[in-house]
């Protein structure tokens, strides 16, 4: 059975960082100083877990430009299992029902492969590619 949930303690927390070390760190080599950031507890942090256990996680958080939907990660064995597609769609309605995003843009950088899934929920390409992290993206913007 697939289940997201929003964290609340520091023992899941370390399940996100756990899997966010595995798919950015090790697969796809981002620095570790790049990966984690100064905005950790600010976040708003998710944990998708497959019949129990942990395999993606997700955040967002309120920044100048408006809603910031960031760090949307699957295990390499769980994809293909609706997963991200879960993520989204939890993350989507946690920000929905907080009274402090109303009316904020909601966007993200997304990783070239990824855009399809994002497009699923009405997110639209908005300006070039562009790199972070050694890798492209583009930024998505909800419609």
């Not at 996100?16 to 070390?21: D, E, H, K, L, P």
């Not at 100048?64 to 295990?75: D, T």
């Not at 790199?131 to 993206?137: A, R, S």
Request: charged content about 30%; overall charge negative.
């Amino acid at each position: 059975m697939l289940r997201v949930e929003k964290i609340s303690t520091e023992e899941d927390l370390k399940e996100v960082f756990s899997i966010r070390n595995k798919v950015f760190v090790e697969e796809q080599e981002v620095a570790s100083e790049d990966e984690y950031d100064e905005f950790e507890n600010i976040s708003s942090h998710f944990l998708a877990t497959l019949d129990g256990v942990p395999v993606g996680t997700a955040r967002w958080r309120i920044t100048e430009k408006g809603v910031k939907l960031e760090r949307f990660a699957v295990l390499k064995e769980a994809r293909g299992k609706g997963v991200g597609h879960a993520l989204v769609e939890t993350v989507l309605t946690d920000i929905k029902s907080d009274a402090a995003t109303e009316g904020k843009v909601k966007y993200l950088h997304a990783q070239i492969d990824a855009v399809p899934l994002y497009s699923k929920f009405n997110f639209k390409k908005v300006g070039d590619i562009f790199e972070e992290c050694n890798i492209l993206h583009y930024k998505m913007q909800l419609a």
